[in-house]
């Protein structure tokens, strides 16, 4: 469609039914342009590199568990090469530490395989923007996972009001929401989210939303 923003993505799975389930979902949603498919991450890998930067990829729907290299060996090797690059981890395995795992790689968001063909939609729709998405299971194993490791200062001399930000942002909300929620300026709320980057030695909104998680300040009932 003329005057729409594709987003060009890439589909990384061991099994074919799964590739042609997944390209079957996203060929219904014009924002979505599947450029490429792989049937393991060495594959994959290998089609990043050899294509032209204009179809390069700009988000890819990674599987956990494949053969010769695996999701998260997969997502760690893209991301040191392809820094912008949006990964959505996407299995049917719900494990504290694979979740872990798959985000210290530089995941965006885990996603199981039993959700909706909706809540796939807006898992990459977050994703492209570079807002993580996780349904509340997905989060719950994120916090428990996290409270296993070692931890640092207990607040990292946050503000009240720079915990409230942080808070909505492991929550996955953008900006506007935030500051609805709060009743502050969009303006207000990115001085809180670049002192909160600042303070806490981090790149992104990702990153953030993963300290929270560690942190246990994430509520998971």
């Known amino acids: ?24 979902y996203l060929m219904l949603e014009p924002k979505f342009d599947v450029v490429a ?3 393991n991450g060495a594959e994959a890998l290998a089609l990043l590199r050899g294509g ?3 179809m ?25 090469e392809f820094p912008e690059m949006k990964i959505v981890m996407l299995t049917s395995f719900l494990e504290d530490e694979k979740v872990v795992a798959a985000v210290e790689a530089g995941a965006v968001s885990y996603v199981l395989k039993t959700v909706s063909a909706e809540e796939l939609i807006y898992a990459i729709s977050g994703a492209v ?3 993580p998405v996780m349904t509340a299971d997905v989060s719950q194993a994120l ?13 990292e001399g946050l503000t009240e009001r720079e915990k409230e930000v942080l808070l909505l942002i492991a929550e996955g909300r953008a900006n506007k929401e935030i500051a609805d929620e709060l009743h502050i300026s969009i303006k207000t709320v990115k001085t809180h989210v670049s002192n ?3 303070k806490c030695d981090l790149e992104d909104r990702t990153q953030l939303a993963v300290l929270a998680h560690r942190k246990g300040w994430v509520k998971t009932g």
């Open 56 to 80: 390069r990829p700009e988000l890819i729907l990674m599987d956990l568990m494949m053969p010769i290299m695996d999701g998260v060996e997969t997502t760690g090797a893209i991301m040191k």
């Open 129 to 131: 923007k570079g807002m």
């Open 52 to 54: 032209s930067a204009e």
């Open 37 to 39: 498919e792989a049937a």
């Open 196 to 198: 909160l980057l600042m």
């Open 1 to 24: 469609m003329s005057g729409m923003k594709q987003w060009k993505i890439m589909i990384v799975d061991d099994h074919d039914m799964v590739r042609a389930g997944l390209r079957t």
């Open 143 to 155: 916090t428990r996972g996290l409270r296993q490791r070692t931890t640092q200062g207990d607040d």
